[in-house]
């Protein structure tokens, strides 16, 4: 029954965005196109979606169709919204010039020209933008730099390099030079260390079968870290039996042991130099709405509240709930999860707006409080809408520098 909905809706909104095309072109191949434009993209939709599927998430090809079908239906709405206004104001100046005696009859004036090219004018801007997003956005990777400050870091490693990726979602992929650019230029960075927040697949482990060797590539000096994110535990497949989840599981286990990578499950990794260390506390997924595995006090085991700590942690709610404001201090920690929802408006020391912010209370980039500090990485990759605009897929720079206190 709601597809029956979907369709009379979807046909309603391609009719009456009709009208405006109709008004702004009078050659009625124009109009053709576009009702041949609409036509392909719910047979596309409808053909991927009787596809089979592995996992509740969306495939690259519905990912894709889910893509086109939300961009020309964002182009109707907001033509519908000025015609629909316009029809108001018809039916009105009909009425009254009706009863004015002005006309023996209910005539409707004309659809004003200008209205209609407005309409299609001002509707074509997220349009293209959603169709740019697909096509290049989700591939500009930028590399986003900081420096933090800390009273309590070791003298050692003032000056310590991180970079962070998070949300690679390897089953979304479908451009494998774009991807390799994006590995190379986190090598470029030469960080100390090399921390990965989860979510490295969509569904399968079998995802990462084609990107293995790619990934395996990623080199630090002190080593590459990983942790588990929502989307690793198989939970958006229905499985035959609980067997095969653990299974696949184990596989993502064993992929990440053989490019190199330490993953942290609920434990810790220390690192040394010149007799003074940080620790990197790796934990499971935790999150509000999604599994609940990660365990600070249990991933902390034996430091002390002194020690410096940089915390991977994939979903930022866990911060909010018990890490900002632990006893045992955690200056930093790492998060990813949020993806900044792939879409955004954000200029440099003006604005910073998605609509996750009314989701996630930390959903981009560097927060503080209680003199501690997050990290939201934007997310590598995508998830459904198989493209980005405006927030953009993200390799993290962290600077790690002893705070200087002058007397």
Request: net charge neutral; glycine share 8%; aromatic share 14%.
């Amino acid at each position: 029954m709601r597809w029956i909905i979907f369709g009379v809706i979807f046909v309603l909104l391609s009719f009456y965005s009709l009208q405006a095309i109709k008004t702004v072109f009078k050659n009625s191949w124009i109009n053709y196109i576009y009702i041949g434009f609409c036509l392909l993209v719910v047979v596309f939709f409808t053909y991927q979606w009787l596809q089979p599927s592995e996992g509740r998430v969306l495939s690259i090809g519905r990912s894709y169709a889910m893509g086109f079908l939300l961009s020309l239906m964002i182009f109707q709405l907001l033509i519908v919204v000025f015609l629909l206004g316009e029809d108001i104001y018809r039916i009105v100046a009909a009425i009254i010039q009706k009863f004015s005696g002005k006309s023996e009859t209910v005539h409707l004036p004309s659809r004003r020209k200008f209205i209609s090219t407005a309409a299609l004018g001002l509707a074509s801007i997220p349009f293209l933008g959603m169709l740019y997003g697909m096509y290049r956005g989700k591939y500009n990777f930028r590399v986003l730099s900081y420096e933090l400050e800390f009273d309590d870091l070791p003298d050692a490693f003032d000056g310590y390099q991180l970079t962070q990726i998070s949300d690679i979602h390897s089953g979304s992929f479908d451009n494998y030079d774009k991807i390799a650019y994006a590995v190379d230029l986190i090598n470029q960075q030469q960080s100390d260390a090399i921390l990965f927040t989860g979510d490295l697949v969509n569904n399968l482990a079998s995802e990462m079968h084609g990107y293995q060797n790619l990934f395996s590539t990623l080199k630090a000096k002190d080593g590459v870290f990983s942790v588990l994110g929502n989307h690793d535990y198989g939970d958006y497949v229905d499985w035959e039996n609980p067997e095969d989840k653990i299974q696949n599981l184990e596989e993502l286990k064993s992929i990440q042991q053989q490019m190199g990578w330490k993953l942290l499950l609920n434990e810790h990794h220390s690192i040394e130099r010149e007799n003074q260390k940080i620790a990197i506390v790796g934990v499971e997924n935790w999150g509000k709405g999604f599994i609940k595995e990660g365990d600070i006090d249990k991933a902390a085991h034996l430091l002390k509240a002194e020690d410096f700590k940089i915390v991977m942690s994939h979903d930022p709610s866990y911060w909010q709930e018990k890490i900002k404001s632990d006893t045992n201090h955690y200056q930093l920690t790492l998060s990813g999860h949020t993806h900044g929802m792939q879409f955004g408006i954000e200029i440099p020391g003006l604005i910073k707006w998605s609509p996750v912010k009314y989701r996630y209370k930390n959903w981009a980039g560097i927060y503080e409080e209680f003199g501690r500090y997050i990290n939201v990485n934007r997310g590598f990759g995508y998830l459904g809408y198989p493209g980005r605009i405006g927030i953009w897929p993200e390799i993290t720079v962290i600077k790690l520098k002893k705070k200087q206190n002058f007397a």
